[in-house]
């Protein structure tokens, strides 16, 4: 039952950053782009020339809207870790990788909080919570034992984490491959979120086959064969 929960809060967390950064975007009077503006500059609360490494004007009516979003998704992330324990399996890996997800989830609360131009110092220790313990969390899932359901998926959670790495470099280091840093901001912050709705799916197949990191329901006569399964 648990992990039902798990599922629903990394979906709806997922989902709902994305319709509110549509919806706030939308607001804007000036043409938002996603190459060109940061994930930040839809929760900023003043119009202004914001970056002066890349000057852009910014002014996002619905800022708390979007500052709302970003803490309901901190907290549905972290509830989704938790209640999902179940399917990491055990070992420091496993458990370095749910820390490392829970300290992404307090990145996305903080920036939530202190938006870009009210403490930018602040902002930026959530940016890294998100797009570089996030990043390694996700790396270390892809090495989660191999009879948990997260450490079945590792041949889809290793290229993400590759990806999402790689991105965060570029972004940090502002260097553009052709997508603008927004893009390159976007990749690297929402790797862990494409993830989480790849790993969802995972666990709902699981609850309708009975499987679930190596936990099988036994067979009539038979008994259980592992308590690694769902909680």
Same mark, same amino acid.
């Given at each position: 039952?648990?992990?039902?929960? &798990?599922?629903?809060?990394?979906?709806? &967390?997922?989902?709902?950053?994305?319709?509110?950064?549509?919806?706030?975007?939308?607001?804007?009077?000036?043409?938002?782009?996603?190459?060109?503006?940061?994930?930040?500059?839809?929760?900023?609360?003043?119009?202004?020339? &914001? !970056?002066?490494?890349?000057?852009?004007?910014? /002014?996002?009516?619905?800022? =708390?809207?979007?500052?709302?979003?970003?803490?309901?998704?901190?907290?549905?992330?972290?509830?989704?870790?938790?209640?999902?324990?179940? /399917?990491?399996?055990?070992?420091?890996?496993?458990?370095?990788?749910?820390?490392?997800?829970?300290?992404?989830?307090?990145?996305?609360?903080?920036?939530?909080?202190?938006?870009? =131009?009210? =403490?930018?110092?602040?902002?930026?220790?959530?940016?890294?919570?998100?797009?570089?313990?996030?990043?390694?969390?996700?790396? /270390?899932?892809?090495?989660?034992?191999?009879?948990?359901?997260?450490?079945?998926?590792?041949?889809?959670?290793?290229?993400?984490?590759?990806?999402?790495?790689?991105?965060?470099?570029?972004?940090?280091?502002?260097?553009?491959?052709?997508?603008?840093?927004?893009?390159?901001?976007?990749?690297?912050?929402?790797?862990? !979120?494409?993830?989480?709705?790849?790993?969802?799916?995972?666990?709902?197949?699981?609850?309708?086959?009975? !499987?679930?990191?190596?936990?099988?329901?036994?067979?009539?006569?038979?008994?259980?064969?592992?308590?690694?399964?769902?909680?």
């Amino acid at each position: 039952m648990a992990a039902k929960f &798990a599922a629903a809060a990394w979906v709806v &967390a997922t989902v709902q950053l994305l319709v509110t950064q549509l919806v706030v975007q939308a607001a804007w009077r000036t043409p938002y782009s996603w190459a060109s503006y940061n994930i930040s500059d839809l929760g900023n609360v003043r119009c202004q020339i &914001a !970056d002066v490494s890349r000057p852009r004007y910014v /002014c996002s009516p619905l800022h =708390d809207a979007m500052n709302t979003s970003f803490v309901i998704h901190g907290v549905l992330l972290l509830a989704g870790t938790l209640l999902s324990s179940g /399917c990491w399996g055990r070992g420091w890996i496993s458990g370095s990788a749910r820390t490392l997800f829970a300290l992404t989830a307090g990145g996305w609360i903080l920036v939530g909080f202190v938006p870009a =131009d009210v =403490d930018e110092n602040v902002h930026v220790l959530g940016a890294f919570l998100i797009m570089g313990l996030g990043n390694i969390g996700l790396i /270390c899932a892809g090495f989660a034992p191999r009879n948990s359901l997260v450490g079945r998926l590792r041949p889809i959670t290793l290229p993400i984490a590759a990806v999402a790495v790689v991105s965060a470099w570029l972004f940090f280091g502002q260097h553009d491959p052709g997508i603008g840093l927004g893009g390159m901001e976007r990749i690297a912050a929402f790797a862990l !979120d494409a993830w989480v709705l790849v790993m969802a799916l995972a666990m709902r197949r699981a609850r309708r086959t009975g !499987d679930a990191g190596g936990w099988r329901r036994p067979r009539p006569g038979r008994p259980e064969a592992s308590s690694a399964g769902l909680v």
